[in-house]
T-cell receptor, first 113, second 112 residues
């Protein structure tokens, strides 16, 4: 399959631990996006990349969240010192170019105990 | 800030009935609008993308219309089937932004 893939599919961690979530976009897609879906908040945008650059990080909920993208491909979302309110499904999407149709991965379900 | 609303939150219909799902948005200056389907525990599947210059898009049994002036889009699903049971989300992008703003979704149950 040539879709967006994410790993792990599920992650259970203890409060205070760091976690890394990975996204592999569709090959050739230059734009990559991270969203978070939680019960009380719906789907909220976190950050986007054009190539390896993230011009606007204002959507990240706190400074415990960071993201990077290397080689114009794989992206990693890192959450430091996880809190229970970080529990959510983290979704990654990619598009051929910015403003094009976005295709989503299956998500990573994060549970912070 | 773009606000996206989907009404109703849930809908149950018998198999064979046509489905009408509504999406409204507060800022009519959109770049495009996308309809998604989400099955329980799964990611989002893109159904239709309507550019701001378009009035509708069709794919099989699905038809989506867009009325920018009134800030509305409607997704029609003809002759519903139990396999159409899912949550349907609409999302809007404004011209100078790259994120999608999502509605809360409409959860559809098609009864056999």
């Amino acid at each position: 399959g040539a879709g967006v893939s994410q790993s792990p599919s599920n992650k259970v961690t203890e409060k205070g631990k760091d976690v890394e979530l990975r996204c592999d976009p569709i090959s050739g897609h230059t734009a990559l996006y991270w969203y978070r879906q939680s019960l009380g908040q719906g789907l909220e945008f976190l950050i986007y990349f054009q190539g390896n650059s993230a011009p606007d990080k204002s959507g990240l909920p706190s400074d415990r969240f960071s993201a990077e993208r290397t080689g114009g491909s794989v992206s990693t979302l890192t959450i430091q010192r996880t809190q229970q309110e970080d529990s959510a499904v983290y979704l990654c999407a990619s598009s051929l170019r910015l403003r094009d149709e976005q295709f989503f991965g299956p998500g990573t379900r994060l549970t912070v105990l | 800030k773009q606000e996206v609303t989907q009404i109703p939150a849930a809908l149950s219909v018998p198999e064979g009935e046509n489905l009408v799902l509504n999406c409204s948005f507060t800022d009519s200056a959109i770049y495009n609008l996308q309809w998604f389907r989400q099955d329980p525990g799964k990611g989002l599947t893109s159904l239709l993308l309507i550019q701001s210059s378009q009035r509708e898009q069709t794919s099989g049994r699905l038809n989506a219309s867009l009325d920018k002036s009134s800030g509305r889009s409607t997704l029609y699903i003809a002759a519903s089937q139990p396999g159409d049971s899912a949550t349907y989300l609409c999302a809007v992008r404004v011209p100078n932004d790259y994120k999608l703003s999502f509605g809360a979704g409409t959860t559809v149950t098609v009864r056999a």
